[in-house]
């Protein structure tokens, strides 16, 4: 089987760097869905083999590499069973929870706080792997370098884009000193020729236009421009009840406040995957007496089965609301996929606002922008608002990810 029924011209060049380039820190990073973990994985193979062979040389029975991801979740996803998957192998973690390949001991390591480098402290290693990088922190980023320290030890990054101001884009994707050794490629989804036309179509047409395109399709490290949800279209999304459909799953959307409006959001979905806004139940200044009184109104009309997805900022309201026979539970409030998430259902048309509940609603969505400096949407103040599309975004994302909703990634 020749390289080219293997690996995409992209693959290949990197490939190619890999085995003649003189490096320290080789960083992949670019598109969803571009072939870079792929890629990694098998350079990480490579790696294994090298190192084997590095640690005979020097006497070392025993040489440690570090694994390092998000959580140990993502470690297993991205790269123990899509290798094991490929190679036809089998790699189960020892008491310690570590993996074995090769005669090398490969630790895991976890970057998304600096508890994660507990199990990495005081080691020695022969080199790391750590996948999407652009999430670690820092702090852990920089100790899994600092723990590379053995002659020979190289490191190898995988990432989708963030902000060009991020750290791992200014101070190492971005370094001009050669001493640094890094080498960095950029992934677009059209480097992956293995993916079909009606799916890189698809994914295009489908992701939501500026800043999720500009990452997640050309790979390209870039902050937001403007409004967030810049596919809402008010001539075609905002509706009369009557064009609702009747058969709809509803659920509720929470985010509490009193100083800040509270809204309880009423959503419903068709069987087509449709979402509709159908009702905004939002005060200011309410104790939480009356947003029991709402809750069971809504269930008196929708159901003792009907889920409220609730800001988890407020426990003690979503105790109260559970000790009164509601069906609340903790929304995942991840920002920037249930951002994705509302904003893909308005790039294909699944986005409906039902006219009575969309005065508020239309207020916040023209004022909803980025912030260049953070990459996330703007923080409230005294005169802008979000908590209705808070509410909405914790009730859609919840659901659709409980449901199977990934975003591009």
Known sequence: MGLDQILTHKQKQVLHSYLHDDWKIMILSGAFRAGKTVMNNYIFVMELKRIAKLAKSRKDPHPQYILAGYSSNSIYTN???AIESYFGITMKTDRHGHYHLFGVDIVPSYTGSIRGVGSIR???SYGAYINEASLATHDVFQEILQRCSIEGARIICDTNPDIPT?????????NPDPKARIKSFTFTIDDNTFLSKD?????KAATPKGMFYDRGILGQWVTGDGIVYRDFDKDKMVISREQVPDDLEYYVGIDWGYEHPNPIILLGDDKNGNTYVLADYTQKHKFIDYWIRIAKNLQASFGRNLIF?????????VNEFQANGINCINANKNIMP???CVARKMRIGQFYVVDTAASGLLEEIYQYAWDDKTGLPLKENDVRHNDRLDAIRYAIYSRNKKGGFVPWN
């Open 122 to 124: 005081g080691m020695t």
């Open 79 to 81: 790269v123990i069973s």
């Open 199 to 203: 799916y890189v179509e698809s994914i």
């Open 309 to 317: 997805y609730a800001d988890s900022a407020r426990p003690d309201n």
């Open 166 to 174: 991020h750290w791992l884009k200014t101070d190492y994707i971005d």
């Open 338 to 340: 249930g951002i994705e």
